[in-house]
């Protein structure tokens, strides 16, 4: 069975950095893209970036590519997704998702069950 | 405003044929294959249909194609239980990023 478990919710203050995790079981987790979403109370999804954990590659959305760094342990299959600078806008339920490379980019299979940030002074 | 363009809502009954619209452009859906996801009451989103495969678990009432810069998600023999929100997405080669319509709202009456 394939599991994505995310970290919990987390309360910032504007201008700190979050970190959330992502961790993988029943995939090759080398041999598959992660993604991350982002999706903003009342809102849609929008996809922030992914890494392929086999080399590290990373690509990132214009929107967030001076604030996210997406990394993976290949060690504990787990994929970790920084964002930094956090303003009210950032506010927002965060995904990850995970798809085989055979598959390409263009979607995700699977997907955790998401991480509510608070951002709140 | 989203690279892909879907309708706001949809309404159908129990046991009705309705379909979901999702339009792009040549950088994206004429491109690329199309997935699509249902969220329901603001859970974590399920893929319900991708490159026009179901996926195992997913009813075969759901079906989906493709033309040119838009593609279609069909649910036949609807049920009350895919009332949802229901994305569409794809990749963009020119924005290098992957893409999602704004969403429907599916309403089973």
């Known amino acids: 069975e394939v599991q994505l478990v995310q970290s919990g919710a987390e309360v910032k203050e504007p201008g700190a950095t979050v970190k959330i995790s992502c961790q993988v079981s029943?995939?090759?987790?080398?041999?598959?893209?992660i993604h991350w979403l982002q999706q903003a109370p009342g809102k849609g999804l929008e996809w922030m970036g992914l890494?392929?954990?086999?080399?590290?590659?990373?690509i990132y959305a214009e929107k967030f590519h001076d604030r996210v760094t997406i990394t993976a342990d290949t060690s504990t299959h787990t994929a970790y997704m920084e964002l930094s600078s956090l303003r009210s806008e950032d506010m927002a339920v965060y995904y990850c998702?995970?798809?085989?490379?055979?598959?390409?980019?263009?979607?995700?299979?699977?997907w955790g069950q998401g991480t509510l940030v608070t951002v709140s002074s | 405003q989203s690279a892909l363009t879907q309708e706001v809502s949809v309404s159908g009954t129990v046991g009705q044929k309705v379909t979901l619209s999702c339009t792009g452009n040549?950088?994206?859906?004429?491109?690329?294959?199309v997935a699509w996801y249902q969220q329901i009451s603001h859970g974590a989103p399920k893929t319900v249909m991708f490159?026009?495969y179901l996926p195992s678990g997913i009813p075969n009432r759901f079906s989906g194609s493709k033309s040119g810069t838009t593609a279609s998600l069909t649910i036949s023999g609807l049920q009350p239980e895919d009332e949802a929100d229901y994305y569409c997405?794809?990749?963009?080669?020119?924005?290098?990023?992957?893409?999602f319509g704004g969403g429907t709202k599916l309403t089973v009456l």
């Open positions: 998702a995970i798809t085989p490379q055979s598959s390409g980019t263009y979607f995700n299979r699977y």
């Open positions: 029943g995939f090759s987790f080398v041999d598959d893209y």
């Open positions: 890494i392929d954990p086999g080399d590290g590659e990373t």
């Open positions: 040549s950088h994206n859906i004429g491109s690329y294959a």
């Open positions: 490159a026009n």
């Open positions: 997405s794809t990749w963009d080669f020119s924005l290098t990023a992957q893409v």
